[in-house]
């Protein structure tokens, strides 16, 4: 898959993810629970991202560039209903982190919401490693 490509979906799916949020801010439904519509791009966007994730490993800055490397970063921190992505892919974020990839606050800024959907303590932030595949 071309980096061009790969950086126009994770936009998109960022993109997607913005203008739903919105959306749902201005009816006040954002702030009545889990939004099922919510949760249904939260999906769809957590199984493209593992897709990528599987293909190429993480997409990080060289691959696709700052922007969609967040976007990235924002698709994984939203797959609240898929914690065995997130929980595979933080070992890729800290690989990433050690090698440039990736901004070093993404981990740490992640543990607290994933220890809490996950069930247990979590990961600390990582000292060192390189950018492989999920799997």
Request: aromatic share 4%; with cysteine.
């Given at each position: ?45 957590a199984r493209e991202l593992a ?31 898929s914690p065995a992505l997130q ?49």
């Open positions: 898959m071309a980096s061009d490509e790969l950086r126009r979906r994770l936009l998109d799916m960022a993109a997607a993810d913005a203008a739903l949020r919105a959306e749902l801010a201005r009816d006040g439904s954002l702030f009545e629970g889990y939004n099922t519509r919510m949760a249904e791009l939260h999906e769809r966007n897709a990528i994730v599987a293909t190429v490993g993480w997409p990080g800055r060289t691959l696709v560039g700052d922007e969609a490397a967040e976007a990235a970063w924002r698709v994984l921190q939203h797959a609240i209903g929980r595979g892919c933080l070992p890729l974020l800290r690989q990433a982190v050690a090698v440039g990839e990736v901004p070093v606050a993404y981990p740490p800024g992640w543990r607290t919401g994933s220890r809490s959907r996950n069930g247990g303590p979590s990961a600390t932030a990582p000292s060192s490693i390189g950018i492989g595949r999920a799997g």
